[in-house]
């Protein structure tokens, strides 16, 4: 397969349980059988399968990388509580002590994210099967709520951009831009700060 990823930076997060739903009913390219799903400590690692014999079975295939964590996740209140009276100040001042008693805590939970955060390297790791696997990560990042997907990868031979920001792909371009080197001023010279020169 020719097509390959060039750079990729990822922001995604999802919650855990519905990452194990999404692989449960992925729709796989037709290079990937089927993945492995490992969770070690507070790494989720997802790891593609292939069916192809010509790749051996001591062939690291690619593989998605997520940190776990662990984020609190409030009830949203409903409108007439969220804008409800402040503190009053009857006679005697401030009734602080009365508004303390009264007010409730909001109800909470603690939810379990997979965290798709990093560079290529970082996200997206191994060659074999590395192309469907993004693929893959792209679907993971269409299904994601919150984070952004920025890529820039070679499909038959053509540079393609790929921007996917809250679940939803957004246009994007390629930039060809060239840097200065370090080393390049110490070695030219400089001709408009050049004394000889007038």
């Known amino acids: 397969m020719t097509s390959r990823v060039y750079r990729l930076h990822s922001?995604?997060?999802?919650?855990?349980?519905?990452?194990?739903?999404?692989?449960?009913?992925?729709?796989?390219?037709?290079?990937?059988?089927?993945?492995?799903?490992?969770?070690?400590n507070n790494t989720l690692i997802i790891s593609a399968v292939s069916d192809d014999e010509e790749i051996s079975k001591y062939t690291p295939t690619a593989q998605l990388k997520a940190s776990v964590t662990e984020n609190r996740v409030y009830?949203?209140?409903?409108?007439?509580?969220?804008?409800?009276?402040?503190?009053?100040?009857?006679?005697?001042g401030p009734q602080w002590g009365a508004l303390e008693e009264e007010?409730?805590?909001?109800?909470?939970?603690?939810?379990?994210?997979?965290?798709?955060?990093g560079d290529r390297e970082t996200v997206l790791q191994n060659t074999a099967l590395q192309y469907p696997m993004f693929?893959?990560?792209?679907?993971?990042?269409?299904?994601?709520?919150?984070?952004?997907?920025?890529?820039?990868?070679?499909?038959d031979d053509e540079l393609e951009a790929v921007r996917i920001v809250d679940?939803?792909?957004?246009?994007?371009?390629?930039?060809?831009?060239?840097?200065?080197?370090?080393?390049?001023?110490?070695?030219?010279?400089?001709?408009?700060d050049n004394k000889f020169i007038s």
């Open 103 to 117: 007010e409730e805590e909001i109800p909470s939970e603690l939810v379990e994210y997979a965290c798709f955060k």
């Open 167 to 192: 679940g939803e792909d957004r246009p994007a371009t390629i930039n060809v831009v060239e840097e200065p080197r370090e080393d390049e001023a110490a070695e030219g010279v400089n001709w408009r």
């Open 75 to 92: 009830e949203e209140l409903p409108e007439e509580e969220e804008d409800g009276p402040g503190p009053s100040s009857g006679p005697g």
């Open 11 to 40: 922001t995604l997060e999802l919650p855990l349980e519905d990452t194990y739903d999404f692989f449960e009913d992925a729709d796989l390219p037709p290079e990937i059988n089927d993945v492995d799903i490992t969770r070690r």
């Open 135 to 155: 693929l893959v990560l792209c679907e993971v990042a269409r299904n994601a709520e919150k984070g952004t997907l920025t890529a820039i990868a070679c499909v």
